[in-house]
């Protein structure tokens, strides 16, 4: 399993063609993979991901930053009287946890909840009371649902049994 490389790239071998020599991992690799049919970058790559000591780490659902649980925890709740909306979803946060933000602060978290795949969005009918503009509404996809839950037992479970250090009784 060689590769033929053009000349000027620095790997050549006794024959005058010019290949690409292995590397120690590579041969490693081989020695224990002979057969395998996979490309050896392919399979070195397919074998880091097997061995990754990051793989204990992954979770199901992405890590939520705390503002981002805040706007889809808005989004959740205002979802179930169709007024999920910007200005009211940054009303609700206000309302419950005394942050002020800016609306951009919310636009800006909404779009990136969007890409990410746990909001959809839509836009509204006109309404005289916005002088005939459009309203964006939003709902939460199943993916922010999960993650949303992954964050609640995530913290929930950190702060079972501080409660009364919290002074919380």
């Known amino acids: ?11 050549a071998n006794g024959s005058g063609a010019l290949t690409r020599s292995r590397s120690l991992p590579e041969r490693a690799i081989l020695k224990h993979y002979p057969r395998a049919n996979l490309g050896l970058p392919a399979l070195i790559q397919a074998l880091a991901v097997v061995i990754s000591p990051t793989m204990w780490f992954r979770s199901k659902a992405p890590v939520l930053g705390d503002f981002e649980q805040l706007v889809l925890l808005g989004v959740l709740r205002l979802e179930l009287q169709d007024s999920a909306y910007g200005a009211a979803i940054r009303q609700e946060i206000h309302g419950r946890s005394g942050r002020d ?69």
């Open 101 to 169: 933000v800016s609306i951009n602060a919310v636009y800006t978290t909404l779009d990136r909840l969007e890409n990410k795949g746990f909001l959809k969005s839509w836009v509204g009918d006109p309404t005289p009371q916005r002088g005939g503009r459009r309203r964006k509404f939003y709902a939460l996809r199943p993916a922010g649902v999960a993650a949303l839950r992954q964050a609640y037992r995530a913290f929930t479970a950190m702060a079972d049994g501080l409660q009364s250090r919290l002074e919380l009784k």
């Open 1 to 11: 399993m060689t590769q033929t490389f053009r000349a000027g790239t620095g790997f």
